[in-house]
């Protein structure tokens, strides 16, 4: 699978480009789009059950750039094939080590050992 995006910038260019010339570039190879992001006004009750509305604006002085979903997915991609495997392998082995941790452990003890092993690996307590 030929990956489109991969390549297109190289490290020359981007030590010498300005940011200007940088942010042209890019655009001139879809690889950002301009974006207006809504602005969040006010929040106001219906009449419906727990019901509200919210009221947004779009402001032409908070434009941006964001990179493209072309990019996004190609990315993805690239990522999804290349680590996949990796992925599948450290999850085989950690549910090895886990159910070897917890062999003959009650289902409740072994719900509070898992749930303190995601606190440490996503909360990094």
Same mark, same amino acid.
């Given at each position: 699978m030929k990956h489109k995006y991969f390549g297109i910038l190289t490290e020359e260019m981007h030590n010498t480009l300005s940011d200007e010339e940088m942010l042209n570039f890019l655009n001139k190879n879809h690889l950002i789009e301009s &974006? !207006?992001?809504p602005t969040f006004i006010e929040e106001r009750k219906t009449d419906e059950k727990?019901?509200?509305e919210r009221v947004i604006r779009f402001?032409?002085?908070d434009k941006t750039n964001r990179f493209s979903s072309h990019l996004i997915k190609?990315? &993805?991609s690239f990522l999804k094939l290349f680590m996949s495997s990796s992925i599948? !392998?450290? $999850? $085989?082995?950690f549910k090895k080590n886990f159910e070897i941790n917890n062999f003959g452990i009650s289902e409740k003890k072994q719900k509070k050992s898992? $749930?303190?092993i995601f606190k440490e690996f996503f909360f990094l307590s």
């Open positions: &974006y !207006i992001p727990n019901g509200f402001y032409q002085k190609e990315v &993805y599948e !392998i450290n $999850l $085989l082995m898992a $749930l303190k």
